[in-house]
Structure formats: structure tokens, C-alpha cells
């Protein structure tokens, strides 16, 4: 299951580098994944989302690729900026309604 | 067009008070669902809510919290005898199928 009640993984980069936000899935009948983001004192805000019929979905600026070979995806931020400082997570909406802890994104000046 | 809205936005009450915390879906949305959120943890499933089926209330943690959905729309958390440990980040969030939920900007609840 999720591990909820552990402190917030972080990941901390330079402004105009690329973030690489990673999440690992446990049910090999998961065909549905969404990305969250969100910025603090809001709700998350649905960024992109990717079936299993799929290895890669690009969107503006953002990718996530799914390798359900080892039940992992990850969310790609290409030359990240200030504004997407804020707490990212995975979800996998039919399966269950658990979301992890997800990942504190901080940009760097 | 309009997103999910949630009221109040805070909320302070005192230990063993009931709270109510509404939600207002946005239009059309079928599925309703609850959320806690404590402060730097992830999103604990409380409640959903599908059209006219008995909701799922699987994660609701104690016969304290309870939750209605009338006319299909707008949706009424009550806990009741509320303590410290309720204080949290409730949020909502509706979806027009079982995939996308949109979430609303949450009720923060504190409980002295």
C-alpha cells in the first residue's frame, strides 16, 4: 500500500534545469495514471495523465513515461521554472483512491 | 466555467463541536469525493459518492464523520465531537467518470 505518514520526499533544483519527479505503483492492472500538482494552500491541479496502452505523453513542457515493466512512472519538467515549485503527485484513479505522500518540488534561483 | 467550491475556506471550532463542511461539484460531475489531507502528508480517501449508489464510505476513520450528497450535487461533511486530531485540509473533488478528479481549494479545520 501507500506509504502515508512519512515525511515528503524533495527534490530540489536549479531554475531552467530539468526535474525528473519519479512514483512506483504496486497493481499490474493499473492502466490509468494522472499527475497532480499542488501549490501550496490549493487543491491539486491535474497536470497530464497517461493509459497503459502507452509509453510516453508529452505536454507543455511536461512528460511522463510509464514502464510498466517495473510498475514505475516518472514526470518530466523541462526547464523548470519558479512557479512550478509545489508538492507533485501520481494517482491511480481506478484502482484505488490512495495517494502517496508525493514529492516537494523546490526551484532554485 | 466554475470549479469545485468549498465552504468556509478556514474553520476554527473548539474540541467536542460538530463542523460542516460543504462542497458544490461542478455541474454535470456525477462521482463527489472527500479527502483529508494533514499538514505534509499525502491525501486520505474518506467517502465517494457515485451518482444514486450507496456511497462508498470505506475511509471514513470513525462514526464521527459522516457525509450526505443531496439531489446529487452538493455534498455536507459533519463531524461531530470533532478533536485535535481532525484538524486538517479537507478537500473535494468531483469527476464526470471514475478517471480526472478536479479537486477544490480544500477547508482548512482546526480544532483547539
Known amino acids: 500500500g501507500e506509504s502515508v505518514g512519512l515525511h515528503l520526499p524533495t527534490l530540489s533544483v536549479q531554475e531552467g534545469d530539468n526535474s525528473i519527479i519519479n512514483c512506483a505503483y504496486s497493481?499490474?492492472?493499473?492502466?490509468?495514471f494522472i499527475w497532480y500538482k499542488q501549490e501550496s494552500g490549493k487543491g491539486p491541479q491535474f497536470i497530464i495523465d497517461i493509459r497503459s496502452n502507452m509509453d510516453k505523453r508529452q505536454g507543455q513542457r511536461v512528460t511522463v513515461l510509464l514502464n510498466k515493466t517495473v510498475k514505475h512512472l516518472s514526470l518530466q519538467i523541462a526547464a523548470t521554472q519558479p512557479g512550478d515549485s509545489a508538492v507533485y503527485f501520481c494517482?491511480?484513479?481506478?484502482?484505488?483512491?490512495?495517494f502517496g505522500p508525493g514529492t516537494r518540488l523546490s526551484v532554485l534561483p | 466555467g466554475a470549479g469545485v467550491s468549498q465552504s468556509p475556506s478556514n474553520k476554527v471550532t473548539e474540541k467536542g463541536k460538530d463542523v460542516e463542511l460543504r462542497c458544490d461539484p461542478i455541474?454535470?460531475?456525477?462521482?463527489l469525493y472527500w479527502y483529508r489531507q494533514s499538514l505534509g502528508q499525502g491525501l486520505e480517501f474518506l467517502i465517494y459518492?457515485?451518482?444514486?449508489?450507496?456511497?462508498?464510505k470505506s475511509g471514513l476513520p470513525s462514526d464521527r464523520f459522516s457525509a450526505e450528497r443531496t439531489g446529487g450535487s452538493v455534498s455536507t461533511l459533519t463531524i461531530q465531537r470533532t478533536q485535535q486530531e481532525d484538524s486538517a485540509v479537507y478537500l473535494c473533488?468531483?469527476?464526470?467518470?471514475?478517471?480526472?478528479?478536479?479537486f477544490g481549494p480544500g477547508t482548512r479545520l482546526l480544532v483547539l
Open positions: 494517482a491511480e484513479p481506478r484502482q484505488n483512491f490512495v
Open positions: 455541474s454535470g460531475h456525477t462521482a
Open positions: 459518492f457515485q451518482g444514486n449508489s450507496a456511497p462508498d
Open positions: 473533488a468531483s469527476s464526470r467518470d471514475v478517471e480526472t478528479q478536479y
Open positions: 497493481n499490474s492492472a493499473s492502466d490509468y
